[in-house]
């Protein structure tokens, strides 16, 4: 009862706090970007403040404060980052969620009482919950713009983290989301797919976005990838990297990137890692004349289920595969993607509707990419032409046994794919933005 007391109270008083500060004029020019979440990790959001800033915007971030921000942020005194307060809510059974959420919406709320008032609201979705009640809130109380930018829906990252006796609440989930989905003024999606979806399904109309490498993703040339490659600590064994810097027929560089969450199988990149090494170790114990590259695969990223699959990846025995999972600095990341020989996305979408901006990353550096064939994944990687589709391991091992057994063909499938990656690839995010985006959010002042 004590509880429920204090919570109400909590909840009048910043009520209050906000009913004040809205009666203030709204700034012009000013924005609000919303990010339940590692601003440092939403690269796509950090994308649209960098935008708003040269646009002349004054930007306030809300989010978790916890990994650094692109280098090109930093220059901005017209940027402000309010960190959010971490839930401390430890329970174990369905309370967890109704806890967090209650957690999440009073630092959520006194966040937003800290932030000028703005003319513009721009929030990343998912996650949604509190995101979207409280941001319809301030849309109201300030009559500012509200924008949604849907990078997938809250509701299907959830299904995957819950039980299966838990259909109650992934339902009330999805009312909610599709809810407050109705308050917002714009919307802004990640695939032609999702845009077809949320029109036909939710009665939201969206403009598609298409996420873009900024311009510090570009390919190496051969002189900075050795200059990278000898001086980077992410390979510590001094012969391997020798053998990157060297000749691609003595070893080739693979990347991928990850959140380590359980829509990334990446049991499929070991098991073809694992045959690959087998048929390496069959073709020298056969002492046959074809000399198939060693492979050095680094996946990068932080997440739940790193320490699981570094356990996994710590027991594996490969003579011909080395395998890496370093945390890059943010300025060694684009580094990393253009030294690369190919890339490898594992990402299947719990919506079947978003895009992987890992290989959008990739396609920044023209880095060819083998991919997990889902629903709409031929709107960003196409077959045979910038990367590979796969469906399961023995696929992924056919695919990388074809590419290496054309290593050094100046028409093999690898410089194919790369060739057309150069020829196409000149669109950035800022064109994209330009394109799309502003066009829209101006309108907000």
Same mark, same amino acid.
């Given at each position: ?41 939403? %690269?796509?959001?950090?994308?649209? &403040?960098? @935008?708003? /800033?040269? +646009? ?5 971030? #809300?989010?978790? $404060? ?60 998912? %996650?949604?919950?509190?995101?979207? &009640?409280? @941001?319809? /809130?301030? +849309? ?5 713009? #509200?924008?949604? $930018? ?296």
């Amino acid at each position: 009862m004590m509880m429920v007391i204090l919570t109400t109270s909590i909840f009048v008083l910043v009520f209050v706090v906000i009913f004040v500060r809205g009666l203030r004029t709204p700034g012009k020019r000013c924005a609000v970007v919303v990010v339940q979440g590692d601003i440092g990790r939403s %690269p796509r959001m950090q994308y649209h &403040a960098l @935008s708003l /800033l040269n +646009r002349g915007y004054k930007v306030t971030f #809300l989010g978790y $404060d916890e990994s650094p921000l692109i280098p090109e942020l930093l220059k901005f005194k017209t940027l402000k980052v309010i960190g959010l307060t971490v839930p401390r809510c430890k329970l174990s059974s369905k309370l967890f969620y109704l806890t967090k959420a209650i957690e999440q919406t009073m630092y959520l709320m006194v966040a937003f009482c800290k932030c000028d008032r703005p003319s513009l609201v721009l929030l990343q979705n998912p %996650p949604c919950i509190p995101t979207m &009640a409280v @941001s319809v /809130l301030f +849309r109201f109380l300030w009559g500012c713009v #509200l924008v949604f $930018d849907w990078h997938n829906y809250a509701h299907t990252i959830l299904a995957l983290s819950l039980k299966s006796n838990s259909g109650l609440l992934l339902k009330l989930s999805k009312i909610y989301e599709m809810f407050f989905s109705q308050f917002s003024d714009f919307n802004f999606c990640v695939s032609k797919a999702m845009q077809k979806d949320l029109n036909s399904n939710w009665s939201v109309h969206s403009t598609v976005l298409y996420d873009k490498a900024p311009r510090r993703f570009k390919e190496l040339n051969e002189t900075e990838r050795g200059e990278f490659l000898s001086k980077t600590n992410y390979f510590t064994d001094m012969d391997l990297r020798s053998l990157l810097i060297g000749n691609r027929q003595d070893a080739i560089l693979l990347v991928s990137s990850t959140s380590w969450t359980p829509d990334e199988d990446f049991g499929i990149l070991l098991d073809a890692l694992v045959k690959y090494n087998s048929m390496c170790d069959q073709q020298n114990y056969k002492g046959s004349v074809i000399n198939y590259p060693k492979i050095v695969c680094a996946i990068t990223g932080k997440g739940p289920l790193k320490e699981f699959y570094k356990s996994t990846i710590d027991n594996l025995k490969l003579q011909y595969v080395t395998i890496c999972t370093p945390w890059l600095e943010a300025e060694d990341y684009p580094k990393l993607i253009g030294s690369a020989d190919l890339g490898i996305c594992l990402h299947t979408s719990s919506s079947g509707l978003d895009l992987p901006m890992k290989v959008v990353d990739m396609f920044g550096c023209n880095l060819p990419v083998c991919a997990v064939k889902y629903h709409c994944i031929g709107e960003l990687v196409e077959h045979e032409v910038t990367g590979l589709h796969f469906e399961d391991a023995k696929e992924l091992y056919d695919q990388l046994e074809r590419i290496v057994s054309e290593i050094g063909n100046t028409n093999g499938i690898l410089e194919r794919m790369r060739g057309n990656l150069r020829k196409n690839n000149h669109l950035r995010w800022d064109e994209e933005w330009d394109e799309k985006a502003w066009p829209i959010l101006k309108s907000a002042d």
